[in-house]
């Protein structure tokens, strides 16, 4: 698996520091507060269990399954609801916790569905943002990396589903996608 990676961008200890800086900063924004952390899978699994427990809080967590990439290494342009989450959103505080944010469309797509829902509010945290890839206007309230115009995989994020258990965040080697 290693053998398809052309580079590391992010090690396992950059993972861990950034996930205690962000956990600092959502535990002092949400002092008083019981928000839903909405995870996206599945790229943001690893990201969602490493940031929650670096979040001093009243936490409750719920998942949404959602999909816009089909496979391939670039965006359909759609996006699609697969598995919805379970929770009642109305007048709770949302976080949103998402792998990386290129286009948008994901993003706002889910944005757009917690505030149908009522929200009290709606925030996102990613690991990673790839400004150069974005579509629509929409940012994350808090972003691990700022990434360069690559396709990524590991910690969570796949090529064709593979790659995910990557412990790091790496640039798969052009030759595994040409
Ligand atoms: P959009 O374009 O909707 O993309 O902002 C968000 C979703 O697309 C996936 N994505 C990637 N997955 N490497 C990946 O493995 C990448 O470089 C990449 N860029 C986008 C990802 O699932 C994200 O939630
Ligand atoms: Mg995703």
């Given at each position: 698996m290693?053998?398809?990676?052309?580079?590391?961008?992010?090690?396992?200890?950059?993972?861990k520091?950034?996930c205690?800086?962000?956990?600092?900063?959502i535990?002092?924004?949400?002092a008083?507060?019981?928000?839903?952390?909405?995870?996206?899978?599945?790229?943001?699994?690893f990201?969602?269990?490493?940031?929650?427990?670096?979040?001093?809080?009243?936490?409750?967590?719920d998942?949404?399954?959602?999909?816009?990439y089909?496979?391939?290494?670039?965006?359909?342009?759609?996006v699609?609801?697969?598995?919805d989450m379970?929770?009642?959103?109305?007048g709770?505080?949302?976080?949103?916790?998402?792998?990386?944010?290129?286009?948008g469309?994901t993003?706002?797509?889910?944005?757009d569905?917690?505030?149908?829902?009522?929200?009290?509010s709606?925030?996102?945290?990613?690991?990673?943002?790839?400004?150069?890839?974005?579509?629509?206007?929409?940012?994350?309230?808090?972003?691990?990396?700022?990434?360069?115009?690559?396709?990524?995989?590991?910690?969570?994020?796949?090529?064709?589903?593979?790659?995910?258990?990557?412990?790091?965040?790496?640039?798969?080697?052009?030759?595994?996608?040409?």
């Open positions: 290693d053998n398809d990676i052309a580079k590391v961008l992010y090690s396992q200890e950059d993972i520091n950034v205690q800086k962000l956990g600092k900063e535990t002092k924004d949400y008083g507060k019981t928000p839903i952390i909405v995870s996206v899978l599945k790229g943001a699994i990201f969602t269990t490493d940031v929650v427990r670096e979040i001093d809080l009243n936490t409750e967590m998942f949404i399954d959602v999909s816009s089909h496979g391939g290494v670039a965006s359909s342009g759609e699609d609801l697969v598995t379970g929770s009642d959103v109305a709770r505080d949302i976080l949103i916790i998402e792998d990386i944010v290129d286009t469309r993003l706002k797509y889910i944005v569905l917690m505030m149908q829902r009522s929200a009290n709606v925030k996102v945290c990613t690991l990673m943002d790839k400004p150069t890839g974005r579509v629509l206007k929409i940012d994350a309230d808090y972003v691990g990396f700022t990434v360069p115009d690559e396709f990524v995989v590991g910690y969570g994020l796949d090529y064709k589903e593979l790659y995910r258990n990557l412990p790091y965040v790496g640039v798969l080697k052009p030759e595994i996608y040409e």
